[in-house]
Nanobody, 116 residues
């Protein structure tokens, strides 16, 4: 079955950096586009960014553009979210996402807390 497992979250000061990893299994990783989402307390889940199956194309939400970078290593079945210049408003649970055969999957998420 499809499984997504995020890691790398934690507490960081404003202006700092953090890298999140998402390890995938249960599907042919290199055949699928991947995405990251986040959900702050009391808010809807928001799109953060997307990466194509080859890694050659990425798209970002305006709120993170220029600060966050998504990459992937298909040989490791892993997608990454490198976050820089973090702000308190980036505090959220971050989850990776994939749609396989018409079904949507999210990981359990990892908490990122940015202190001011």
């Amino acid at each position: 079955q499809v499984q997504l497992r995020e890691s790398g979250g934690g507490l960081v000061q404003a202006g700092g950096s953090l890298r999140l990893d998402c390890a995938a299994s249960g599907f042919i990783f290199s055949a699928y586009d991947m995405a990251w989402f986040r959900q702050a307390p009391g808010k809807e889940r928001d799109f953060v960014g997307y990466i194509s199956r080859s890694g050659g194309s990425t798209t970002y939400a305006d709120s993170v553009k220029g600060r966050f970078t998504i990459s992937r290593v298909n040989a490791k079945n892993t997608v990454y979210l490198q976050m820089g210049s973090l702000k308190p408003e980036d505090t959220a649970v971050y989850s990776c996402y994939v749609a396989v055969d018409g079904r949507r999957y999210w990981g359990q998420g990892t908490q990122v807390t940015v202190s001011s």
